[in-house]
Protein backbone atom coordinates (compact mmCIF):
# COMPACT_ATOMS: atom_id res chain seq x y z
CA UNK A 1 0.00 0.00 0.00
CA UNK A 2 1.83 3.12 -1.26
CA UNK A 3 2.48 5.65 1.30
CA UNK A 4 2.84 8.51 -1.03
CA UNK A 5 1.88 8.25 -4.79
CA UNK A 6 1.96 10.02 -7.91
CA UNK A 7 0.74 10.15 -11.04
CA UNK A 8 1.60 9.95 -13.42
CA UNK A 9 4.98 8.49 -13.43
CA UNK A 10 6.18 10.32 -17.04
CA UNK A 11 4.70 12.89 -19.04
CA UNK A 12 5.88 13.76 -22.24
CA UNK A 13 4.26 17.21 -23.61
CA UNK A 14 4.17 19.30 -26.19
CA UNK A 15 5.75 23.15 -25.52
CA UNK A 16 2.36 25.54 -24.44
CA UNK A 17 0.62 22.62 -23.50
CA UNK A 18 -1.06 22.34 -19.66
CA UNK A 19 -0.92 19.69 -17.28
CA UNK A 20 -1.44 18.55 -13.93
CA UNK A 21 0.91 16.06 -11.56
CA UNK A 22 -1.59 14.17 -8.75
CA UNK A 23 -0.33 13.01 -5.19
CA UNK A 24 -2.42 11.54 -2.50
CA UNK A 25 -0.98 10.35 0.73
CA UNK A 26 -2.28 8.03 3.10
CA UNK A 27 -0.36 8.39 6.18
CA UNK A 28 -2.77 10.92 7.71
CA UNK A 29 0.02 13.62 7.42
CA UNK A 30 -0.68 17.67 8.05
CA UNK A 31 2.05 18.65 5.62
CA UNK A 32 2.25 18.25 1.87
CA UNK A 33 5.22 19.40 -0.39
CA UNK A 34 6.19 19.97 -4.09
CA UNK A 35 9.70 19.68 -5.02
CA UNK A 36 11.72 20.07 -8.60
CA UNK A 37 15.15 17.68 -9.05
CA UNK A 38 16.75 19.26 -11.90
CA UNK A 39 19.39 17.89 -14.06
CA UNK A 40 21.84 18.18 -11.68
CA UNK A 41 20.17 16.16 -9.28
CA UNK A 42 19.27 19.70 -7.23
CA UNK A 43 16.18 19.78 -5.47
CA UNK A 44 14.41 22.67 -5.00
CA UNK A 45 11.21 23.22 -2.75
CA UNK A 46 8.19 24.37 -4.93
CA UNK A 47 5.45 24.57 -2.40
CA UNK A 48 4.10 23.31 0.31
CA UNK A 49 0.53 23.20 2.34
CA UNK A 50 -0.51 22.66 5.59
CA UNK A 51 -3.68 21.35 6.42
CA UNK A 52 -5.09 22.91 2.52
CA UNK A 53 -3.72 25.64 3.86
CA UNK A 54 -0.13 27.19 1.23
CA UNK A 55 2.36 27.77 3.85
CA UNK A 56 5.44 28.11 1.40
CA UNK A 57 5.52 29.52 -2.09
CA UNK A 58 8.74 29.85 -3.46
CA UNK A 59 9.96 32.13 -6.35
CA UNK A 60 8.08 29.87 -9.24
CA UNK A 61 6.53 30.98 -12.19
CA UNK A 62 3.15 31.67 -11.63
CA UNK A 63 2.33 29.07 -14.19
CA UNK A 64 2.95 26.73 -11.40
CA UNK A 65 -0.53 26.56 -9.42
CA UNK A 66 -0.53 24.04 -6.46
CA UNK A 67 -4.01 22.71 -5.36
CA UNK A 68 -4.97 20.95 -2.01
CA UNK A 69 -8.70 19.96 -2.25
CA UNK A 70 -7.92 18.05 1.51
CA UNK A 71 -4.97 17.27 3.42
CA UNK A 72 -4.62 13.80 1.67
CA UNK A 73 -3.93 15.38 -2.10
CA UNK A 74 -1.83 18.18 -3.13
CA UNK A 75 -2.07 18.45 -7.33
CA UNK A 76 0.51 20.47 -8.95
CA UNK A 77 -1.01 22.18 -12.45
CA UNK A 78 1.24 23.97 -14.79
CA UNK A 79 0.57 26.17 -17.64
CA UNK A 80 1.84 26.74 -20.89
CA UNK A 81 4.90 24.60 -20.33
CA UNK A 82 7.86 25.83 -21.86
CA UNK A 83 11.58 23.32 -21.95
CA UNK A 84 13.04 24.52 -19.07
CA UNK A 85 9.98 23.07 -16.84
CA UNK A 86 11.54 19.40 -17.88
CA UNK A 87 12.38 18.11 -14.81
CA UNK A 88 11.33 15.24 -11.91
CA UNK A 89 8.60 16.61 -10.08
CA UNK A 90 8.27 15.13 -6.45
CA UNK A 91 5.43 14.79 -3.88
CA UNK A 92 6.58 15.32 -0.51
CA UNK A 93 4.49 14.70 2.97
CA UNK A 94 5.57 15.07 6.47
CA UNK A 95 4.09 15.00 10.06
CA UNK A 96 3.23 18.71 11.04
CA UNK A 97 7.25 19.78 11.77
CA UNK A 98 8.72 18.24 8.79
CA UNK A 99 12.04 19.46 9.17
CA UNK A 100 12.11 17.54 12.96
CA UNK A 101 10.64 14.11 11.49
CA UNK A 102 11.65 14.37 7.72
CA UNK A 103 8.95 13.47 4.93
CA UNK A 104 8.33 10.98 2.94
CA UNK A 105 8.18 11.15 -0.72
CA UNK A 106 6.64 9.60 -3.25
CA UNK A 107 8.40 7.87 -7.00
CA UNK A 108 8.49 11.20 -8.48
CA UNK A 109 7.04 12.35 -12.15
CA UNK A 110 9.23 12.84 -14.58
CA UNK A 111 8.39 15.38 -16.85
CA UNK A 112 9.65 16.08 -20.49
CA UNK A 113 9.07 18.79 -22.63
CA UNK A 114 9.16 18.94 -26.13
CA UNK B 1 22.60 32.11 5.30
CA UNK B 2 22.26 28.47 6.04
CA UNK B 3 23.47 25.80 3.65
CA UNK B 4 24.37 22.25 3.07
CA UNK B 5 27.73 21.01 1.74
CA UNK B 6 28.71 17.67 0.02
CA UNK B 7 32.14 18.00 -1.08
CA UNK B 8 31.95 14.62 -2.88
CA UNK B 9 30.02 14.88 -6.52
CA UNK B 10 31.00 11.33 -7.35
CA UNK B 11 32.47 8.65 -5.30
CA UNK B 12 33.66 5.08 -6.29
CA UNK B 13 34.05 1.93 -4.06
CA UNK B 14 34.65 -1.77 -4.56
CA UNK B 15 32.20 -3.80 -3.15
CA UNK B 16 33.23 -5.26 0.36
CA UNK B 17 34.46 -1.76 1.18
CA UNK B 18 33.63 0.59 3.53
CA UNK B 19 32.21 3.78 2.84
CA UNK B 20 32.51 7.39 4.10
CA UNK B 21 30.15 10.15 2.53
CA UNK B 22 30.97 13.77 3.77
CA UNK B 23 27.83 16.27 4.66
CA UNK B 24 29.02 20.12 6.32
CA UNK B 25 26.38 22.79 7.17
CA UNK B 26 26.04 26.00 7.87
CA UNK B 27 23.71 27.23 10.61
CA UNK B 28 23.93 28.88 14.18
CA UNK B 29 23.00 26.15 15.91
CA UNK B 30 22.28 22.55 16.01
CA UNK B 31 19.77 21.29 12.64
CA UNK B 32 18.14 18.45 12.07
CA UNK B 33 19.77 16.44 10.18
CA UNK B 34 18.82 13.41 7.98
CA UNK B 35 20.30 11.41 5.21
CA UNK B 36 18.36 10.48 2.31
CA UNK B 37 19.06 7.42 -0.51
CA UNK B 38 17.74 7.63 -4.02
CA UNK B 39 18.11 4.76 -6.11
CA UNK B 40 17.52 5.12 -10.51
CA UNK B 41 13.87 6.16 -11.09
CA UNK B 42 12.83 6.01 -7.88
CA UNK B 43 11.94 8.65 -4.86
CA UNK B 44 13.58 9.37 -2.16
CA UNK B 45 13.85 6.82 1.18
CA UNK B 46 14.95 8.01 4.27
CA UNK B 47 18.26 6.34 6.23
CA UNK B 48 18.71 8.20 8.79
CA UNK B 49 18.09 11.10 11.26
CA UNK B 50 19.22 12.83 14.14
CA UNK B 51 18.09 15.44 16.52
CA UNK B 52 19.29 14.79 19.77
CA UNK B 53 21.05 12.50 21.98
CA UNK B 54 23.70 10.06 21.43
CA UNK B 55 25.92 11.30 18.19
CA UNK B 56 26.29 8.19 16.49
CA UNK B 57 22.84 7.53 14.70
CA UNK B 58 22.38 3.84 13.17
CA UNK B 59 19.67 3.65 9.88
CA UNK B 60 18.79 1.22 7.65
CA UNK B 61 20.60 -0.86 5.71
CA UNK B 62 23.35 -1.07 7.48
CA UNK B 63 24.07 2.75 7.31
CA UNK B 64 25.08 5.08 10.37
CA UNK B 65 25.97 8.39 11.05
CA UNK B 66 27.65 10.54 13.36
CA UNK B 67 27.31 14.20 14.31
CA UNK B 68 30.27 16.17 15.42
CA UNK B 69 28.85 19.98 16.21
CA UNK B 70 32.90 20.86 15.94
CA UNK B 71 32.77 20.02 12.68
CA UNK B 72 29.70 20.58 11.92
CA UNK B 73 29.38 17.57 10.01
CA UNK B 74 26.73 14.75 9.66
CA UNK B 75 29.12 11.71 8.00
CA UNK B 76 27.28 8.82 6.60
CA UNK B 77 29.42 5.04 7.00
CA UNK B 78 28.49 1.84 5.99
CA UNK B 79 31.56 -0.92 6.80
CA UNK B 80 30.84 -3.18 3.80
CA UNK B 81 29.35 -1.90 0.40
CA UNK B 82 26.97 -4.13 -1.63
CA UNK B 83 26.67 -3.69 -5.01
CA UNK B 84 23.04 -2.48 -4.46
CA UNK B 85 24.11 0.84 -2.36
CA UNK B 86 24.92 2.34 -6.07
CA UNK B 87 22.54 5.21 -5.69
CA UNK B 88 22.21 9.25 -5.25
CA UNK B 89 22.78 10.02 -1.45
CA UNK B 90 21.35 13.53 -0.29
CA UNK B 91 21.92 15.03 3.14
CA UNK B 92 19.57 17.50 4.25
CA UNK B 93 19.23 19.66 7.31
CA UNK B 94 15.88 21.42 9.15
CA UNK B 95 16.01 24.38 10.91
CA UNK B 96 15.01 25.62 14.10
CA UNK B 97 11.50 27.30 14.68
CA UNK B 98 12.58 30.78 15.28
CA UNK B 99 13.82 30.26 11.35
CA UNK B 100 10.23 30.65 10.27
CA UNK B 101 11.51 27.55 7.89
CA UNK B 102 9.29 24.52 8.07
CA UNK B 103 10.57 22.76 5.14
CA UNK B 104 14.40 20.52 4.85
CA UNK B 105 17.21 21.97 2.80
CA UNK B 106 18.85 19.74 0.57
CA UNK B 107 22.90 18.87 -0.41
CA UNK B 108 23.58 18.77 -4.36
CA UNK B 109 24.19 14.50 -3.71
CA UNK B 110 26.82 12.51 -3.64
CA UNK B 111 26.53 9.69 -6.38
CA UNK B 112 28.33 6.13 -5.49
CA UNK B 113 29.16 3.75 -7.91
CA UNK B 114 30.03 0.32 -6.90
CA UNK B 115 32.35 -1.81 -8.65
CA UNK B 116 32.65 -5.97 -8.44
Known amino acids: DTAVSQTPKYLVTQMGNDKSIKCEQNLGHDTMYWYKQDSKKFLKIMFS???????INETVPNRFSPKSPDKAHLNLHINSLELGDSAVYFC?????????????FGSGTRLTVV | AQSVTQPDIHITVSEGASLELRCNYSYGATPYLFWYVQSPGQGLQLLLK??????LVQGIKGFEAEFKRSQSSFNLRKPSVHWSDAAEYFC??????????????FGTGTRLTVIP
Open chain 1, 49 to 55: YNNKELI
Open chain 2, 92 to 105: AVGLGPQTGANNLF
Open chain 2, 50 to 55: YFSGDT
Open chain 1, 92 to 104: ASSQEIGRRYGYT
